[in-house]
């Protein structure tokens, strides 16, 4: 979890603060004006208004974490693997067990596919949050 989180987190920072930078800054200064701490103007201002991009920000982390073989094949040892790395150990010698393999690919799209039936809308929100000024 520390390797994913090591390479994943500057992208995800850096796609997130984008989202903070397109929030007018008028927000957070009338919220300040209106009596909020600065605190308080994150909380209720700015953090609602950036929901969308940390939505899709959370999503592209999962599915890259989800999807990653690389680190999982060279730290996860022969007891613990991940989805990809099991998907790959059904080539064998006597050919690759399609059966097998169809059946892991739809249980492992599964997770990904609930996941963005759920936060669709916020995705599609955090997508073009910058697009259109």
């Keep these: 979890m520390l390797v994913y989180a090591a390479l994943n987190l500057p992208f995800l920072t850096w796609i997130v603060m984008g989202f ?6 008028d927000f957070d200064g009338v919220a300040m004006t209106d009596g909020a701490t600065a605190w308080g103007a994150f909380w209720r ?25 690389l680190f999982a094949l060279i730290l996860g040892g022969r007891r613990m693997v991940t989805v990809p790395v099991a998907l790959a150990s059904l080539q064998t010698s006597n050919g690759v067990e399609i059966a097998k393999v169809s059946a892991g690919v739809s249980l492992a799209i599964l997770p990904m596919m609930i996941a963005s039936r759920f936060i669709q809308r916020y995705l599609v929100q955090g997508l073009s949050f910058g697009s259109v000024k």
């Design 20 to 25: 903070f930078e397109a929030v007018p800054a």
């Design 45 to 69: 201002v700015m953090l609602p208004v950036a929901a969308p991009g940390i939505a899709a920000a959370a999503v592209l982390g999962f599915i890259l974490s989800w999807n990653e073989f």
